[in-house]
């Protein structure tokens, strides 16, 4: 049996897990709530705790054939056997649902569903997976895109005549915290900075190399050997994933943007200001220039669109990225004249665990971390309304750990924002963030 996980879906992976120890809810007689990695869910009272289970966070697509197979879709002429039905909508996705007072962000099933692809007994606590022998279990929901991403790539000349990819990479994809293994690489002395999470959309600005044009000359001396220069320093403006524009003239046809929000704020921000190979990223919030909200119910009360920075690098000629550290990143972003996200703490794991009186137990192995995380975001710092603004709750936290040459870093968010999000999910409206 071959275990893997699809490229994009690492954080919407099934994992498979010992029932969590039950608790009762009032109110309700045939569900008890339990909670892994502080992901509340909701499951049958008889649960049996001496059986292995699935884990699939909110967010998570479940494969029809999976949901078929298990009798779990709303609409029985979907399952195996259509006298039984379940509580999954035809889009087979894991919701966070606010229950009798529960939000629950996850679904836990036992591992037996399985049986119909694969014997459930070769699996063991701890696997992680999307596909099972290639054949798919369950993937990252991703809402049908508008805009460019539909059915567009950026310009071929891009990647071919005008950039090589890594002088304008794209930034690092931010891991779950409590995701199975992600702790095991914090001590208690770790140094770590942990930033509030902001809701808009994500920008990279790069002062990077770029291919230049030769002449017909220069292309005869250079296939004879001659040295010519065939780069040279351009600004270059992203989204989260499509190159938007070089020195900010934009790169695509103008039919398929009604703005380029990216090269504008690039612009506005921060053209004539960075040395030859500094990268910049960071996060878009509030309104669009043309009035709009970046991201819905979350304009943070800005008018117009305000850049927050969280990470900068220096690119050398060898296409080599090194991180500067959250101090320099604060150093230098005041010379630029832009914000960093807000920072909540710097320092040693250890002091923000006993500010917040969170005892760590020790074991064999050395002190447990992954539940002092646990306590400390989901029950002292989660859940509450936004720094920024006060009338929304706050998204989450990312918590970055210095390494060289790249840093590393995870992210926690809200029960109360997921279901913000599961809500959004189900209208289908529009997100900036996801269509670029």
């Given amino acids: 049996m071959k275990l893997s996980i699809k490229k994009g879906s690492e954080n919407y992976a099934a994992q498979v897990i010992a029932l969590p120890s039950k608790s009762p809810v009032p109110g309700l007689d045939n569900l008890i709530q339990v909670t892994h990695l502080g992901n509340n869910c909701l499951v049958q009272k008889s649960s049996d705790q001496n059986v292995k289970y ?83 279990v369950c993937w990252k929901y991703l809402r049908k895109q508008r805009g460019f991403s539909a059915g567009a790539k950026s310009p071929k000349f891009e990647i071919e005549t005008l950039l090589d990819p890594r002088f304008a990479p794209e930034h690092t994809d931010t891991g779950q915290l409590l995701k199975p293994g992600n702790t095991d690489r914090f001590t208690l002395d770790t140094p770590v900075t942990i930033t509030h999470k902001l809701h808009g959309t994500s920008i990279r600005i790069f002062n990077t190399r770029t291919k230049r044009k030769l002449n017909f000359i220069e292309r005869c001396l250079k296939a004879i050997g001659v040295k010519v220069v065939d780069h040279q320093y351009s600004y270059i403006v992203a989204s989260r994933r499509v190159i938007k524009s070089k020195d900010f003239k934009c790169l695509h046809n103008p039919k398929n943007f009604k703005d380029d929000l990216w090269s504008k704020v690039a612009r506005n921000n921060l053209e004539g200001k960075l040395c030859q190979g500094e990268a910049v990223y960071g996060e878009i919030i509030g309104m669009d220039y043309a009035g709009g909200a970046i991201q819905l119910d979350y304009t943070y009360g800005f008018p117009g669109p305000k850049l927050y920075i969280y990470r900068i690098t220096q690119i050398n000629p060898e296409g080599v990225e090194v991180d500067l550290s959250w101090e320099q990143v604060k150093q230098r972003a005041k010379q630029l004249g832009v914000d960093t996200v807000p920072e909540l703490y710097s320092g040693k794991l250890r002091h923000i665990l006993e500010a917040h009186k969170i005892t760590v137990n020790q074991t064999k192995e050395g002190p447990d971390i992954l539940p002092a995380l646990e306590t400390l975001f989901h029950e002292r710092l989660l859940d509450k309304p936004s720094l920024l603004d006060r009338f929304v709750v706050e998204e989450g936290y990312v918590v970055r750990q ?10 926690i968010k809200s029960r109360k924002f997921l279901v913000h999000e599961s809500k959004l999910q189900d209208k289908e409206v529009v997100d900036m963030e996801e269509d670029n």
């Fill in 54 to 136: 699935l884990f699939f966070p909110a967010g998570t697509v479940l494969d029809p054939r999976y949901l078929a197979n298990n009798n779990l879709y709303r609409h029985s002429h979907n399952n195996l056997d259509t006298s039984r039905s379940g509580f999954f909508d035809d889009s087979g996705r894991v919701k966070a649902i606010r229950f009798k007072g529960v939000i629950s962000t996850g679904f836990i099933i036992p591992v037996k569903s399985l049986s119909f692809l694969t014997d459930p007994a070769l699996l063991n606590i701890g696997d992680t997976f999307t596909n099972i022998d290639n054949k798919p």
């Fill in 402 to 411: 210095e390494m060289y040459p790249k840093v590393t870093a995870y992210k």
